[in-house]
């Protein structure tokens, strides 16, 4: 299959900036500012993999340009840039049509435009085996068999007060918004989650309500993805339930199992965990790729990490967790914290002191309402580290290659 292009068009200062960016990762962008323009590309290139379309500025030239990408035998998905404001006006209009569209909100940097793009590109390319989607044979790709599945990563300590949801919340945002990765947020904190009054959202039909009316009205219970709610930043957010009693419904094996059927179509999983052991959560457990497990520098806190190592020996899980330590800048040891837990730390977050506060009040991640503040950039570490070990060879125990690639770039993964 040869390199596929990408068409480009957005408003012209965007547009400059946009293409210079895919072009120096190696993509052949092609800018386009009429429905002509985009027909003769179409009439005379078969290989155009997205089109990069401006949601706000001439909304009726874009659906035109739509038009096009789906005539006839075409099925070319699209990426529509809009505000966060246009969003919720426009979501669902295109996807009706096809499943592949996405949309990304401005402001953005055009890195992380690039890894949507990269992202899509990626799913383009992907066949379903029956476990779940697979790379087809392409020279784009060195690896002969990279699987294309999100990564399911929980947060989870026993004790509450280390900062689960705040993890969770902030490391799907910078994933999200930062590296223009697709994110689903599941709030799987089936006593006192808060994920979705944290960012604001009213209103938010969950699994347990969802189920329970499939169940009445005798059909199939919904998929996550069909139940959950879109914030504007872009994360899709899965809420279980929103109030502790009644929840019989949510049988873990099936809860585990909506969860891994999810990972079509996502890059990431963020599973926000209440802190005890229950058989949910030992389901969840099993079915994640990653368990990162906060802590603070209080004595509580490392004992219940060293009680979570403990569990996890038995459970068959150790060799997912990783330590995340909280409010870093304490002047306690991280090195100290890693011997006593017994597990590496895969990052420091430093103390927000009330900038979580703030951010919450505002319907936000710390990560989006303040981009320029040191924690933030302590979320986005962590999300790249993650990047980094999502592309590792899958089989247990195989040795870890020196660098990825994606599309012809060269990439050093990070280091724990």
Same mark, same amino acid.
């Given at each position: 299959m040869g390199r596929q292009a990408i068409v480009v068009a957005l408003p012209r200062d965007e547009q400059v900036a946009v293409i210079r960016e895919l072009t120096e990762a190696g993509f052949e962008a092609l800018p386009v500012t009429t429905p002509q323009d985009l027909e003769t590309i179409l009439n005379g290139r078969r290989e155009i993999g997205v089109a990069i379309?401006?949601?706000?500025?001439?909304?009726?030239?874009?659906?035109?340009?739509?038009?096009?990408?789906?005539?006839?035998?075409?099925?070319?998905?699209?990426?529509?840039?809009?505000?966060?404001?246009a969003l919720d006006r426009l979501a669902g209009a295109a996807t009706k049509a096809n499943i592949d569209d996405e949309f990304f909100t401005r402001p953005y940097s055009t890195d992380s435009l690039r890894w949507r793009i990269e992202a899509m590109l990626i799913r383009s390319v992907t066949i379903d085996d029956g476990s779940g989607p697979i790379l087809q044979s392409s020279g784009d790709f060195e690896s002969e068999s990279w699987s294309k599945r999100a990564t399911i990563v929980s947060i989870f300590n026993p004790k509450g007060?280390?900062?689960?949801?705040?993890?969770?919340?902030?490391?799907?945002? /910078?994933? =999200?918004?930062?590296? *223009? &990765?697709? $994110?689903?947020?599941?709030? %799987?904190?089936?006593?006192?989650?808060? !994920?979705?009054?944290?960012?604001?959202?009213?209103?938010?039909?969950?699994?347990?309500?969802?189920?329970?009316?499939?169940?009445?009205?005798?059909?199939?219970?919904?998929?996550?993805?069909?139940? /959950?709610? =879109?914030?504007?930043? *872009? &994360?899709? $957010?899965?809420?279980?339930? %929103?109030?502790?009693?009644?929840?019989? !419904?949510?049988?873990?094996?099936?809860?585990?199992?909506?969860i891994r059927?999810?990972?079509?179509?996502?890059?990431?999983?963020?599973?926000?965990?209440?802190?005890?052991?229950?058989?949910?959560?030992?389901?969840?457990?099993?079915?994640?790729?990653?368990?990162?497990v906060p802590v603070t520098p209080d004595v509580p806190a490392l004992r219940a990490a060293v009680q979570?190592?403990?569990?996890?020996?038995?459970?068959?899980?150790?060799?997912?967790?990783?330590?995340?330590?909280?409010?870093?800048?304490?002047?306690?040891?991280?090195?100290?914290?890693?011997?006593?837990v017994g597990m590496p730390a895969l990052a420091l977050i430093r103390s927000g002191g009330l900038l979580f506060v703030r951010a919450a009040n505002e319907g936000r991640s710390v990560v989006e309402?303040?981009?320029?503040?040191?924690?933030t950039e302590d979320f986005e570490i962590l999300a790249q580290k993650l990047v980094g070990t999502e592309f590792q060879a899958a089989e247990k125990g195989a040795a870890a290659k020196p660098a990825f690639r994606i599309f012809n770039r060269s990439k050093e993964p990070a280091r724990a």
């Amino acid at each position: 299959m040869g390199r596929q292009a990408i068409v480009v068009a957005l408003p012209r200062d965007e547009q400059v900036a946009v293409i210079r960016e895919l072009t120096e990762a190696g993509f052949e962008a092609l800018p386009v500012t009429t429905p002509q323009d985009l027909e003769t590309i179409l009439n005379g290139r078969r290989e155009i993999g997205v089109a990069i379309l401006d949601g706000e500025s001439d909304f009726d030239r874009s659906l035109e340009f739509y038009s096009l990408l789906h005539d006839s035998d075409r099925d070319i998905p699209a990426l529509m840039v809009v505000s966060p404001r246009a969003l919720d006006r426009l979501a669902g209009a295109a996807t009706k049509a096809n499943i592949d569209d996405e949309f990304f909100t401005r402001p953005y940097s055009t890195d992380s435009l690039r890894w949507r793009i990269e992202a899509m590109l990626i799913r383009s390319v992907t066949i379903d085996d029956g476990s779940g989607p697979i790379l087809q044979s392409s020279g784009d790709f060195e690896s002969e068999s990279w699987s294309k599945r999100a990564t399911i990563v929980s947060i989870f300590n026993p004790k509450g007060g280390v900062g689960k949801t705040t993890t969770a919340l902030n490391l799907a945002a /910078a994933l =999200q918004v930062r590296l *223009g &990765l697709k $994110v689903m947020l599941v709030d %799987a904190d089936t006593v006192t989650g808060h !994920i979705a009054t944290s960012l604001g959202l009213e209103s938010v039909t969950t699994v347990v309500d969802a189920w329970t009316d499939d169940v009445e009205e005798g059909r199939a219970e919904r998929s996550l993805i069909d139940i /959950a709610t =879109q914030h504007a930043n *872009g &994360l899709t $957010v899965c809420v279980l339930t %929103a109030s502790p009693l009644n929840t019989e !419904i949510l049988v873990p094996e099936q809860v585990g199992d909506a969860i891994r059927a999810a990972r079509r179509g996502f890059d990431f999983i963020i599973v926000d965990m209440h802190p005890s052991y229950s058989p949910l959560n030992q389901t969840i457990f099993e079915r994640s790729d990653r368990i990162l497990v906060p802590v603070t520098p209080d004595v509580p806190a490392l004992r219940a990490a060293v009680q979570m190592r403990d569990v996890a020996q038995e459970l068959g899980v150790r060799d997912k967790l990783a330590l995340v330590v909280n409010r870093a800048n304490s002047g306690v040891s991280v090195a100290d914290m890693e011997r006593t837990v017994g597990m590496p730390a895969l990052a420091l977050i430093r103390s927000g002191g009330l900038l979580f506060v703030r951010a919450a009040n505002e319907g936000r991640s710390v990560v989006e309402q303040y981009p320029k503040e040191k924690v933030t950039e302590d979320f986005e570490i962590l999300a790249q580290k993650l990047v980094g070990t999502e592309f590792q060879a899958a089989e247990k125990g195989a040795a870890a290659k020196p660098a990825f690639r994606i599309f012809n770039r060269s990439k050093e993964p990070a280091r724990a």
